[in-house]
Nanobody, 138 residues
Framework: QAQLVESGGDSVQAGGSLRLSCVAPEYIYSRSCMAWFRQAPGKEREGVASVNIRAGTSTFDFSVNGRFTVSQDNAKNTLYLQMNNLKPDDTAMYYC???????????????????????????????WGQGTQVTVSS
C-alpha cells in the first residue's frame, strides 16, 4: 500500500500550468528528503526534483529547471510541484518518493546521482506513491 498520496494531475494544453500535491505520513515527511519522479509510456523513470524539507532547498533536473518549482506545507505534511509552461514532453505519470536514508547534506547529492544514472532510484527512494497522470496536448 502506497504511503505517499499524489493528486492534481490533469489534462492541459501546452503552455498551461498544474500543481501536484503529495501528502506523506508524519514519520516520512519528517525525514526531510523527498523527490518527484515521472515516467512516460515506453520511457524510463526520470527524476524531476528533490526537496530537502527541513532546509527548504530543492534540486531540479535541467529539463524542468525554470519551469517547475516546489513548495511545502509542513503543517499538512504536503509537498507541492508547481509546473508552468507545460510542454507535451512533460506528459507522464508523476510520482512522489521519499529517501529515508539521506541526511540534509546528502539529499540533493543522492538525487543528482540517480538522475545521472549512478544510483538506482528504487534503491534510494524506499517509499513511493501510486502516481498522478499529467497529459499535455499541443
Amino acid at each position: 500500500q502506497a504511503q505517499l498520496v499524489e493528486s492534481g494531475g490533469d489534462s492541459v494544453q501546452a503552455g498551461g500550468s498544474l500543481r501536484l500535491s503529495c501528502v506523506a505520513p508524519e514519520y516520512i515527511y519528517s525525514r526531510s528528503c523527498m523527490a518527484w519522479f515521472r515516467q512516460a509510456p515506453g520511457k524510463e523513470r526520470e527524476g524531476v526534483a528533490s526537496v530537502n524539507i527541513r532546509a527548504g532547498t530543492s534540486t531540479f533536473d535541467f529539463s524542468v529547471n525554470g519551469r517547475f518549482t516546489v513548495s511545502q506545507d509542513n503543517a499538512k505534511n504536503t509537498l507541492y510541484l508547481q509546473m508552468n509552461n507545460l510542454k507535451p514532453d512533460d506528459t507522464a505519470m508523476y510520482y512522489c518518493a521519499a529517501d529515508l536514508d539521506a541526511t540534509p547534506f546528502t539529499c540533493g547529492l543522492r538525487f543528482r546521482e540517480v538522475v545521472a544514472g549512478d544510483r538506482d532510484a528504487a534503491k534510494i527512494y524506499s517509499s513511493w506513491g501510486q502516481g498522478t497522470q499529467v497529459t499535455v496536448s499541443s
